[in-house]
Structures are given as C-alpha cells and as structure tokens.
C-alpha cells in the first residue's frame, strides 16, 4: 500500500500537537551517518517521557527545530565552548552530511555573523524525527532521534535543540533489511518536507519558543 505524501490536516497541527521538547545534543547510538546515510541529532529522554506526553506513541513525526549552536563541540567528550566554522556548500544534491554551524537558513530572520569566517548560531531548521525503540536494530532503551533537513558539515555535540512536533507520519515498524529501512526513511523526509510547506505550518516556524535557550 502506498504512502501518503503529506501529513497532517491542511489547516494545521491538532491535539496533541504541537508537543514542544528541548535538550542538549548527545552522542546517539552512531548509525544515522555511517549506516544509513541519514544523520540525526539525539537528545536525551526521561523514560517513556517526550515533551510531557508518555503516552506518545512510538513512530516518526515532523516539525521544526531552532538550533543553538554557541556551545557545540565536534566531539561528545570535550568541554563546552563555541566554535565557528565555515560551511561549505557542496556541488549538486544530496542527503545531509554531519553538522556545523549552518549559513543563514530560510527559516530564519537573522542576518549573518560580522564575523566572516562564522555564521549565526541559533537557527530555525525543519526536521522529522523518530521516537521509539528502533525495532530493526533492537534497541533497549526509547530515544529521540532528529534528523534536521539541511546540510551540514561537521557533528555539533553539546548544542542546543528546541523542538516543535507538528504531526504524526507514521508507526514504528520492522524491516526485512536494511535498504527497505533506508528506503521507509528517505520518504519520510520527503513526506515531511512537503507538510511543512503548507502556510498553517510554516507559520510555526516563527514560534519564538524554538529560538528561547534561557
């Protein structure tokens, strides 16, 4: 049975959402890139608990992410300080790459950084997200993992992510293989992509939430 290409009702988000989260960046379970290709931003959980609901059922959802890179690392064990690093746009498409401080966003209303080697550190980005216990590789322990729909360059541990949960996709589910998870997850994107273009959820980016890191 095919896939729905949007999700969501077209007028926007409906109860529960929007489901808003924040914490700080962690090393995940080291997969997203080297395995499937897909990197994705893991943030810590309080047992079966997202953003108040624990009743959220396990499965992939869309929305935006405001991103506060002023205290990323590109290394989980080091300290906590700023870093500012040139992104550098590659030639043609393609899936993200690891992260680094991104250039002025689409989303975003701030102008570049006076510094010509850095760019803005707080951002709002879209993003799909998968919330569950990863039934392909087995997993022991529920996790969020965000995969924010831009490229990037370098890992950004230690940042900062508020998140806004928009909707729901889909259910969590087993794969034969890891191709047909690869593929399930290349639409999910693409699904995601396209439900936040409808003005009702574009209109969430401006959610000043995604960008309070107090």
């Not at 040139?86 to 250039?103: D, L, N, Q, R, V």
């Amino acid at each position: 049975m095919g896939r729905d290409p949007i999700a969501g009702p077209d007028n926007g988000p409906v109860s529960p959402f929007p489901i808003k989260l924040k914490g700080r960046i962690i090393r995940g379970f080291g997969r997203g890139s080297k395995e499937l290709g897909i990197p994705t931003a893991n943030i810590p959980i309080n047992g079966l608990d997202v953003g108040g609901h624990s009743d959220i059922e396990s499965g992939v959802y869309f929305g935006w992410a405001g991103l506060n890179l002023a205290t990323a690392t590109d290394d989980a064990s080091k300290a906590r300080k700023p870093i500012g690093l040139k992104e550098e746009e590659e030639e043609g498409e393609g899936e993200e790459k690891h992260t680094a401080i991104p250039s002025s966003g689409s989303y975003s209303d701030r102008e570049e950084s006076s510094h010509p080697e850095r760019h803005v550190a707080t951002e709002v980005f879209p993003m799909v997200m998968s919330i569950g216990w990863n039934p392909y590789y087995k997993n022991t322990v529920r996790s969020v993992e965000v995969h924010i729909l831009r490229k990037f360059h370098e890992d950004f541990y230690n940042a900062l992510l508020n998140l806004t949960i928009l909707g729901f996709i889909r259910r969590e589910q087993d794969y034969d293989s890891l191709e047909m998870l690869v593929e399930d997850i290349k639409l999910d994107i693409e699904v995601a992509r396209r439900s936040l273009e409808r003005e009702a959820y574009l209109d969430l980016a401006k959610d000043p939430f995604l960008e309070d890191f107090e």
